[in-house]
């Protein structure tokens, strides 16, 4: 599975952005997908996922309620729509699919074994 993350760029503080990962090179179907971040310094953060089969979507406490994954299944791509957008956001974006990953480990970045490069989001003031 190949991923491509893009969407990235400069937002205020308080806007919103929507980032999309495109995946190819097989079908998605079993797939769990994900949005993890990363902050310099930081270590990578998990944000949400989606089940493909389904559509069941969950999240990092932190992010519920500002951020939302959805996927476009005739366009095997998946979505993150970051509303009310904080400093504490600006990150290297990153989407992540595994076939094997369970509910214990969905946030945990070994457990994707396919991974799109970053896209850099920044918020400023």
């Known amino acids: 599975v190949q991923l491509q993350a893009y969407g990235g760029g400069l937002v205020q503080a308080g806007g919103s952005l929507r980032l999309s990962c495109a995946a190819s090179g097989r079908t998605l179907s079993g797939y769990k997908m994900a949005w993890f971040r990363q902050a310099p310094g930081n270590e990578r953060e998990f944000v949400g996922g989606?089940?493909?089969?389904?559509?069941?979507?969950y999240y990092s406490d932190s992010m519920r309620g500002r951020f939302t994954i959805s996927r476009d299944i005739a366009k095997n791509t998946i979505y993150l729509q970051m509303d009310s957008l904080k400093l504490e956001d600006t990150a290297a974006y990153y989407c992540?699919?595994?076939?094997?990953?369970?509910?214990?480990?969905?946030?945990?970045?070994?457990?994707?074994?396919?991974w799109g490069q970053g896209t850099l989001v920044t918020v400023s003031s």
């Open positions: 989606i089940r493909w089969n389904g559509g069941n979507t």
């Open positions: 992540a699919a595994s076939s094997r990953v369970i509910s214990s480990t969905v946030e945990i970045p070994s457990a994707y074994a396919y």
